[in-house]
């Protein structure tokens, strides 16, 4: 990098910086955060347990957003300063320190192009995810246990905490179903860019002649709904299957009928729950988790998403990403268009940057 370079790319930043401050409009952020304290402050303001919660969330969501871009603007501005600064005096030692601290420097307005992209009205919600493996059997069923091992990975990384609602061995290796609950903030936010197809290309290690193979799985993911978003369901669409659970349920469980399969007729939706030794409980976090995918599905019509994951077949042409792993090695996104090489990292839960890849792209493109 040259001094020129480095100038174009202050430039740039700075652009970005002022075109987020059009949008996010901090003194109207400052403004509505002190209005909040003034509430918190109110006697009464506690009175109203539910109502203290949803404005909490708020003062949280636009107290991150706004602490990004000070941030950001601050670390821009004395970029540009400092630049200036070395140049008048030909400080060449801190011309390339800044030259070095460039990529850190964009790093921070992707923050603050990410935090502002979460702050849709679920993106701050939970978020219940599910793998499906596509037809291929054994190999299928070992590239979901690839993908729910990438995905428990990232929310290590990412401090989510994760709550295991369904789980199905595959007969010979990896899993029929797994179905999870994660929880933390923007959980959703960041999880949805993963709803789709994913397609692995590999040598496969069940081919005992060393053939390469294509494995899809398709991820759903839907935010946890809160208690005073009401989806109806009718009795008569659904149908109510109890049977006694498998896999890591324990042997208490797998001698019951507590396992809890509901499907919803007029979609289609099949969601199933055996994480409870008690039968009442898996039924109440099944229903939670098809209102959840029912108003998923509900967004995704109102957005014109037609060819949402949940009616797609899972397979070729479908995928929003593709993971090579043999005759070379690249993760391919569909819809940033972006590529990366380091595999064996992003399936041991190196996402984050792929996730916000796509945010950036569909933001774009919208």
């Not at 929310?155 to 179905?179: H, P, Y």
């Not at 069940?206 to 989806?231: C, K, N, Q, Y």
């Amino acid at each position: 990098m040259d001094n020129y370079e480095y100038s174009e790319l202050l430039k740039t930043l700075e652009n970005k910086v002022e075109n987020i401050k059009n949008i996010i409009k901090p003194q109207e952020i400052i403004k509505r955060l002190k209005e909040i304290e003034d509430l918190e402050n109110s006697p009464s303001f506690w009175n109203d347990v539910k109502q203290a919660g949803i404005i909490g969330k708020e003062k949280t969501k636009i107290s991150n957003l706004l602490k990004n871009y000070e941030n950001a603007y601050n670390e821009v501005h004395n970029a540009s300063e400092l630049f200036d600064l070395a140049n008048s005096e030909n400080d060449l030692e801190t011309i390339e320190a800044l030259f070095n601290d460039a990529s850190k420097l964009e790093d921070v307005i992707v923050n603050l192009e990410i935090s502002m992209l979460l702050s849709g009205e679920n993106d701050n919600k939970n978020a219940i995810v599910s793998i499906h493996p596509g037809a291929g059997g054994t190999e299928s069923n070992d590239w979901a246990s690839m993908l729910y091992r990438m995905y428990l990975r990232f929310c290590e990384r990412e401090g989510f905490k994760v709550e295991t609602l369904d789980f199905q061995e595959g007969d010979e290796a990896g899993i029929k179903n797994v179905s999870f609950l994660v929880k933390g903030d923007n959980a959703y936010g960041y999880l949805k860019a993963e709803n789709g197809i994913h397609r692995l290309i590999r040598t496969s290690p069940f081919d005992s002649a060393g053939r390469r193979h294509t494995s899809f799985s398709s991820v759903m993911v839907s935010p946890e709904l809160d208690d005073d978003i009401e989806i109806e369901i009718e009795e008569k669409d659904i149908r109510i299957d109890y049977y006694r659970a498998s896999g890591a349920g324990g042997q208490h469980v797998n001698k019951t009928e507590s396992a809890v399969r509901i499907t919803h007729m007029p979609s289609g939706i099949v969601v199933q729950c055996q994480n409870d030794r008690s039968q009442h409980k898996n039924k109440a976090t099944a229903f939670k988790m098809l209102k959840s995918r029912l108003y998923e599905l509900e967004l995704m019509k109102q957005q014109d998403e037609a060819n949402s994951s949940e009616k797609s077949e899972i397979g070729w042409g479908h995928q929003i990403r593709s993971y090579v792993l043999f005759p070379f090695q690249q993760v391919k996104d569909n819809r940033s268009n972006k590529a990366f090489s380091q595999v064996d990292s992003i399936l041991d839960g190196d996402i984050k940057k792929i996730i916000e890849g796509v945010l950036i792209a569909q933001k774009a493109k919208g």
